[in-house]
């Protein structure tokens, strides 16, 4: 495994990747990466003739600020070395073990020299979400992380990015972004790495009691459920019934999302494919998860 | 000459062009050739393999609306019904003569399948030229432009780009942004092509009457001189002598702009390198110029 580190490396080996005829695969993630980015992988090594980087600095952390403060480049440095002590050398392993081509870790002061807030990359779709304070440092940060990923497709050049559902709302903005601007980039989404009990993957997981945990899966269960049913209620009918599930495993709400899966608009009803998404926290550990449904199945 | 209207098309036919070692210049234009612009591709032919030239008929909505209009496909297949009629041909003749390899041609419905909302930019540079009524429409379309660039080197997907040094602001702000992104894209800045007499080479200049146009050049020679100084006083120093040289003659002064070359900053005193934008009006005809300098 190769293992870059600058930027200017990383654009000529991908061009030299391609003299040679070979594709690029890109898996791009905030490190400490765990099952559920190597899933993103495993589709990945299925894809003929194709060199796969992980890269390890997708999104900034920086990205939940409405104004990056002046002294951000203390805070980059500060959480690069902390992800560096804490877990580079786990990460390099996990790559390594699963026939990861090239391992991309750049400074992330080489990409962020100035700061975000110069440029906004934002979508229609993503308004909603700024429009509601729940909501609005996830669409907050799903612009400044927008401007990441293109920073990103510069550098890697890659043919094919995998993306996860997990991260719906990101995946479907990129997707959005890619098609908008005309990258040659073709976006897969993975589907959700969970566990046997149904909880979505996540390196905060470890982090839950065993009592919090099983609660936990309350959150796919619910989805699970509302995936089946027959017919579909008013979304504030939806809403409620999840609200009602979660609260009573002891979840708190932050909030629940209804949109269209390929345009995020908000619905009134469920008349196309839907995605539900609901952010909680049990005890002081964040658990999101989502899921898409298609009123057409009923019909079938 | 390869002529290319689809966007995955000229996206495979670069690609292929990398495989096989070829590098490739593409000068970005809005159409109506002259030989202002064939100076940018003489350049781009002495820098890379392959030469590729792409008209892009936008219409003036691009430039002047924040929002798109519902009916905006309505503007854009206008405008480029009225490029193909009055220029295409003149165009593809004057690439062929030139010998560009590639006019890349695509449909601006291709380009603008969404009305553009996408980006936005909240530079410094762009407050300050809107808020100036006379800049006004240059910041207005600056996102839209840079929506449009990032469109054409991601179709491209050049390793050089050839600019003039005429629009300065806006080749200035495209190469802040081309670093921004980290595009492994590099930057050409030509020099403006000039008369004998100085002025800046424009479509606009045959309108001037010939004592208007022999006042205008007073802008390049006030310009030239100041590059040639050997200190430099401060900023609005430098203004007050260019507003009073050009006070001189019948010109009617729109704004200078002083700003740093690398980060478009406004400047207090010269102390890096920076160019100085003039924008003027002689009768009815605008005359803008501008020049850098190094300290």
Not at chain 2, 84 to 102: A, G, P, T, Y
Request: glycine share 2%; proline share 3%.
């Amino acid at each position: 495994m190769k293992i870059i580190e600058s930027i200017e490396e990383m654009q000529e080996y991908s061009q030299q990747l391609k003299r040679k005829g070979k594709t690029i695969t890109a898996v791009e993630t905030s490190g400490y990466l765990h099952d559920g980015h190597m899933s993103l992988v495993k589709i990945a090594q299925d894809i003929e003739n194709t060199n796969i980087v992980v890269s390890t600095w997708a999104s900034s952390p920086l990205n939940i600020y409405m104004e990056w403060p002046e002294n951000y480049k203390e805070i980059l440095i500060e959480q690069e070395s902390l992800y560096i002590k804490n877990s580079l050398m786990e990460d390099l392993e996990l790559c390594q073990a699963h026939d990861v081509d090239v391992f991309f870790h750049p400074s992330m002061l080489d990409y962020y020299q100035s700061p975000i807030q110069t440029i906004t990359v934002s979508h229609d779709i993503n308004r909603h979400l700024l429009d509601n304070s729940d909501t609005f440092i996830l669409g907050k940060s799903l612009i400044n992380t927008n401007i990441s990923y293109i920073k990103e497709w510069n550098t890697i050049c890659p043919d094919i990015v995998i993306v996860g559902q997990k991260d719906i709302h990101q995946s479907v903005l990129l997707k959005k972004t890619v098609t908008d601007l005309n990258f040659p980039i073709k976006v897969i989404i993975a589907p959700t790495l969970r566990d046997s009990d149904g909880l979505a993957f996540s390196s905060r997981n470890k982090f839950l009691s065993d009592s919090e945990r099983q609660d936990a899966t309350s959150v796919y269960q619910t989805l699970h459920e509302v995936s089946r049913w027959f017919t579909y209620p008013s979304i504030e009918k939806i809403k409620e019934h999840i609200i009602d599930r979660i609260t009573n495993a002891t979840g708190n709400i932050i909030y629940i999302d209804i949109c269209c899966a390929k345009t995020l608009e908000e619905l009134d009803v469920i008349d196309k494919e839907t995605v539900i998404v609901v952010s909680t926290k049990f005890g002081e550990v964040d658990v999101w998860d989502n899921i898409i449904i298609d009123p057409e199945r009923i019909k079938r | 000459m390869k002529i290319i209207e689809s966007i995955e098309e000229m996206q495979e036919y670069s690609q292929e062009c990398k495989r096989d070692g070829k590098t490739i210049a593409s000068v970005a234009t809005t159409g109506y050739l002259h030989d202002g612009h064939m100076s940018l591709v003489k350049i781009a032919k002495e820098n890379a393999d392959l030469v590729v030239m792409t008209t892009n008929a936008v219409p003036d909505l691009i430039q002047f609306s924040i929002e798109w209009p519902e009916n905006y496909k309505k503007y854009l297949i206008e405008s480029e019904a009225r490029y193909q009629k009055h220029s295409l041909e003149n165009d593809l003749e004057i690439c062929r003569k030139h010998k560009v390899d590639v006019f890349f041609y695509p449909s601006m419905l291709d380009y603008y399948l969404n009305p553009v909302q996408t980006i936005t930019i909240s530079h410094e540079i762009t407050k300050r030229l809107l808020n100036n009524p006379y800049t006004y429409c240059v910041g207005a379309m600056i996102s839209f432009i840079l929506d449009l660039n990032i469109k054409i080197w991601n179709s491209i997907l050049p390793d050089i780009v050839v600019e003039g040094q005429k629009d300065i602001h806006q080749n200035l702000l495209m190469k802040f942004f081309l670093n921004y992104f980290h595009y492994p894209i590099k930057v050409i800045i030509a020099p403006t092509i000039r008369d004998a007499d100085g002025m800046a080479l424009s479509s606009r200049n045959r309108f001037l009457t010939p004592s208007e146009r022999q006042e205008a050049t007073s802008i390049y020679q006030t310009l030239h001189e100041i590059s040639r100084w050997s200190t430099y006083p401060s900023v609005t120093e430098i203004k007050e002598h260019i507003t009073n040289r050009i006070n001189q003659t019948n010109g009617y002064l729109y704004y200078i702009d002083i700003c740093c070359s690398k980060t478009l900053e406004e400047l207090d005193v010269i102390d890096k390198e920076t160019v100085i934008v003039v924008s003027t009006k002689f009768g009815e005809v605008d005359v803008w110029d501008n020049i850098i300098i190094e300290p």
